[in-house]
């Protein structure tokens, strides 16, 4: 699925709970990055990991976390903290350096 | 801040005909552009991209060009067909070296009417 796979497709979530997203790519980037898409707003950056172990806060890092625990992997957790949580989740990577990214097919979360 | 502002925000050519979208960015030290093409329900894929050392790049019926001195970047979509219909993307690159993030527009919908 283009080497880098998100899961679930949809998601819902109920007041208070965390959930997370998952993202894996078998690319052999070092760079991941979290978008959250929302209508009308484009692409907006969440949290970014250039190096397994390391990851910087994007622009609207509030209310989520991060790990980056594998090369091939970047979990994103929205927290009971994000009280906007109803959007489109993106993930992709990169090689390191001036490269486009590759998008995961995307997590659709609705709040419940 | 950074910022990237794309116009229009939505756009509808008759098949064939061509197709422009704009973007102006905010930061000089951006010197990477790429643009998405995103389709319904689907992930963004990249459709080209440009370097500041570089004015203009063309693939087929698709081409970018670059200003940097009034840092604003097009896209220009030649003989339309309908599977063109779709969002477009436009991005800047922004932090040091080893540490690419891009800073994306807000979307073009682009409608080719056959």
């Known amino acids: 699925d283009g080497g880098i796979t998100q899961s679930p497709k949809y998601l819902f979530r109920k007041e208070g709970q965390n959930v997370t997203l998952s993202c894996e790519q078998n690319l052999n980037h070092d760079a991941m990055y979290w978008y959250r898409q929302d209508p009308g707003q484009g692409l907006r950056l969440i949290y970014y990991?250039?190096?397994?172990?390391?990851?910087q806060k994007g622009d609207i890092a509030e209310g989520y976390s991060v790990s980056r625990e594998k090369k091939e992997s970047f979990p994103l957790t929205v927290t009971s903290a994000q009280k906007n949580p109803t959007a489109f989740y993106l993930c992709?990577?990169?090689?390191?350096?001036?490269?486009?990214?590759?998008f995961g097919s995307g997590t659709r979360l609705t709040v419940v | 801040g950074e910022n990237v502002e794309q116009h229009p925000s939505t756009l509808s050519v008759q098949e064939g005909d061509s197709a422009v979208i704009k973007c102006t960015y905010s930061?000089?030290?951006?010197?990477?552009f790429p643009w998405y093409k995103q389709e319904l329900g689907k992930r963004p894929q990249l459709i080209i991209d440009?370097?500041?050392?570089?004015g203009e790049k063309k693939d087929q019926r698709i081409a970018v060009t670059l200003n940097k001195t009034a840092k604003h970047f097009s896209l220009h979509i030649t003989e339309t067909q309908p599977e063109d219909s779709a969002v477009y993307f436009c991005?800047?690159?922004?932090?040091?070296?080893?540490?690419?993030?891009?800073?994306f527009g807000t979307g073009t919908r682009l409608k080719v009417l056959a």
């Open positions: 440009i370097r500041s050392n570089v």
């Open positions: 991005a800047a690159s922004r932090g040091t070296s080893g540490t690419y993030k891009y800073i």
């Open positions: 992709a990577s990169s090689m390191t350096g001036p490269y486009g990214y590759t």
């Open positions: 930061d000089s030290a951006s010197n990477y």
């Open positions: 990991s250039q190096i397994v172990n390391d990851f």
